[in-house]
């Protein structure tokens, strides 16, 4: 009877020992847990959703007329950074016996900041999201324990497709998250740099023109060149001062050709007829020996 005994606590081991290599399995490949929605949420939703008793038990409250200032919510940080999953998940029941190694514990701020350190020290941050290839700007981006560094949606999107908890460069499992804004920081640091660099060169170009408008250039091509616009600029401002009214020369000369006309018409009115040549040429001779004004 004794081998039995031995036999059936050998099954028994077996049978545990199965038994614990499916469940890990299990909750390895989160096959418990196939909703796209988290449990967490759709519970809270359903609390919410349950009627809720009236109180019965309430008091008149009297109006004083003092107004109470009410707190307002307190203003958080927008960079601060925090731990998205600071509880390791329970051990199964292969962890328990031993067959797997159980799940890290937490890292502390300490082992945090030596991730971080080693992330920028490989400019994570500086790159493009690795699943999206795009620049982190001002999204909300997340670093893994691994010390790589997504987008918090690319990351999310992976892990919800891919139903797996898996870094998608180095494929390692049961990571840390943690929400950092490196890739904030670095952005408004490029644009305050981009910002600077376009004024200091707006400055740089402006004195330039102004050297190149004062100082003539050595060399004999530029110079000449130089001598020239400044001469084409000197008979610029001359001709502007002159006075070029075309409109009154006009009107000078319209004003003298109706008086000569006037004039003609009084000589033909005295005269009867019109002249002749031969009555000018009469004229042109007597006019010979005038001293005409």
């Known amino acids: 009877?004794?081998?039995?005994?031995?036999?059936?606590?050998?099954?028994?081991?077996?049978?545990?020992?199965?038994?614990?290599?499916?469940?890990?399995?299990?909750?390895?490949?989160?096959?418990r847990n196939l909703s796209i929605a988290d449990p967490s949420k759709t519970k809270a939703q359903q609390r919410d959703t349950r009627s809720k008793p009236l109180k019965r038990n309430t008091k008149a409250v009297t109006d004083t007329g003092l107004k109470t200032t009410v707190p307002g919510p307190?203003?958080?940080?927008?960079?601060?950074?925090?731990?998205?999953?600071?509880?390791?998940?329970?051990?199964t029941l292969a962890q328990k016996l031993g067959l797997f190694e159980p799940p890290p514990l937490p890292l502390s701020s300490e082992e945090w900041e030596k991730v971080k350190q080693r992330s920028i020290m490989q400019g994570d941050s500086t790159q493009p999201?690795?699943?999206?290839?795009?620049?982190?700007e001002l999204r909300p981006q997340v670093l893994l324990s691994c010390s790589h560094v997504f987008h918090r949606a690319c990351l999310q999107a992976f892990e919800k497709f891919a139903n797996k908890k898996t870094c998608p460069l180095?494929?390692?499992?049961?990571?840390?998250t943690r929400v950092i804004h490196d890739g904030a920081r670095l952005f408004k640091v490029k644009c305050a740099t981009r910002i600077q660099a376009s004024w200091r060169g707006h400055v740089v170009r402006k004195w330039?023109?102004?050297?190149?408008?004062?100082?003539?250039?050595?060399?004999?091509?530029?110079?000449?060149?130089?001598?020239?616009?400044?001469?084409?600029?000197?008979?610029?401002?001359?001709?502007?001062?002159?006075?070029?009214n075309v409109e009154e020369l006009f009107s000078?000369?319209?004003?003298?050709?109706?008086?000569?006309?006037?004039?003609?018409?009084?000589?033909?009115?005295?005269?009867?007829?019109?002249?002749?040549d031969g009555d000018w040429e009469k004229i042109q001779i007597q006019l010979i020996g005038w001293d005409c004004s």
């Open 1 to 31: 009877m004794l081998p039995r005994k031995g036999h059936s606590s050998k099954q028994g081991n077996l049978a545990v020992t199965a038994v614990a290599l499916q469940d890990h399995i299990l909750h390895d490949l989160q096959l």
């Open 74 to 91: 307190k203003v958080e940080d927008p960079e601060r950074e925090y731990v998205l999953d600071p509880k390791p998940p329970p051990l």
């Open 129 to 136: 999201c690795p699943i999206c290839k795009e620049e982190f």
């Open 170 to 176: 180095c494929r390692k499992n049961q990571y840390q």
């Open 208 to 244: 330039y023109r102004d050297l190149r408008r004062t100082v003539p250039p050595t060399d004999a091509k530029l110079r000449r060149k130089f001598f020239e616009g400044k001469f084409a600029e000197i008979s610029r401002r001359i001709l502007c001062s002159y006075n070029t």
């Open 252 to 276: 000078e000369i319209d004003r003298c050709l109706a008086i000569n006309r006037s004039v003609l018409q009084q000589l033909e009115d005295r005269c009867g007829h019109e002249l002749t």
